[in-house]
């Protein structure tokens, strides 16, 4: 699969020797998580896998050169049965996703490290992974933290700002940069799984009150946003502005030290 990540800031391609001589105390491994599955009529299955390493890479590329941070190969396949149903899609059940990261957090112990990222770029994966951030750092005594995307995007409508969150302009947009060979610009649709303004208090992410929903629910294409808007130009602004951002918090994990203990 195509990567954006620079060489030397790629674990895999270290041998362990190389790896039993980093500062292990120090050095802050990124451990990508993705989903393989559906994204509507116009853009690839692997498209959160993608967007990860797009930004992750562009991030990394910013980096101090003296900051031992390292990204590890990507977990491809995440929790998506909110869209099996979508020929494409691969899920993989809560425990199987769970156990995995608690493996790969339990062999990075075993290497000596100490420092471990979760960088995100699926939504379905989101409760999961604090899940297990938090039992990492119990278990393990791991310094464990969850980097979800980029943060938002500039510029967008505020429907498409609040509801836009899957095949959507930001991700369109994001691809028409990174691969436009990969994006179907002929064969967009929008749904939206609520419209700003509606009355109640109940939603579906992202508030106190929600309620649990499938994408067959509401989005018979797949898409939930409007990809009409994208453009090449903004995709490029927007991974410029996110991957700062990943950067900075990067350098921040880096540096972080708990508290001392009482």
């Known amino acids: 699969m195509k990567t954006w990540i620079p060489d030397e800031r790629f674990l895999p391609y270290r041998t362990w020797k190389e790896v039993d001589a980093l500062p292990k105390d120090k050095t802050l491994i990124v451990l990508p998580t993705a989903a393989i ?8 299955l692997a498209t959160d896998t993608l967007l990860n390493n797009y930004l992750l890479g562009h991030a990394l590329r910013k980096l101090p050169p003296d900051l031992h941070i390292y990204a590890l190969a990507p977990v491809c396949y995440g929790k998506s049965n909110e869209h099996l149903g979508y020929p494409g899609t691969f899920s993989l ?8 990261l608690r493996d790969l957090g339990r062999s990075l112990h075993a290497g000596g490290f100490r420092k ?3 960088f995100n770029s699926h939504g379905g994966n989101h409760a999961l992974i604090d899940v297990m951030a938090r039992d990492l750092r119990a278990e393990l005594d791991l310094t464990t933290f969850c980097l979800f995307g980029g943060g938002g995007a500039s510029g967008l409508s505020e429907q498409e700002a609040k509801f836009g969150f899957h095949a959507g302009e930001v991700e369109t947009a994001l691809l028409l940069d990174a691969t ?14 609520r419209k700003v303004g509606d009355p109640g208090t109940l939603l579906p992410e ?4 929600t309620y649990a929903w499938l994408t067959r629910d509401i989005a018979p294409s797949g ?30 994990m880096y540096a972080f030290e708990h508290p001392s203990r009482p």
């Open 223 to 252: 898409v939930m946003g409007d990809p009409n808007p994208a453009t090449a130009e903004n995709g490029r602004r927007w991974c410029s502005e996110m991957s700062s951002r990943i950067a900075a918090a990067l350098v921040e």
């Open 206 to 209: 992202f508030a106190y009150a």
């Open 116 to 118: 471990l990222v979760f």
């Open 180 to 193: 436009p060979e990969l994006v179907h610009t002929d064969r967009y649709t929008v749904n939206y799984i």
């Open 93 to 100: 059940s809560r425990d199987t996703f769970i156990a995995t």
């Open 37 to 44: 599955e559906q994204h509507g009529h116009h853009l690839p």
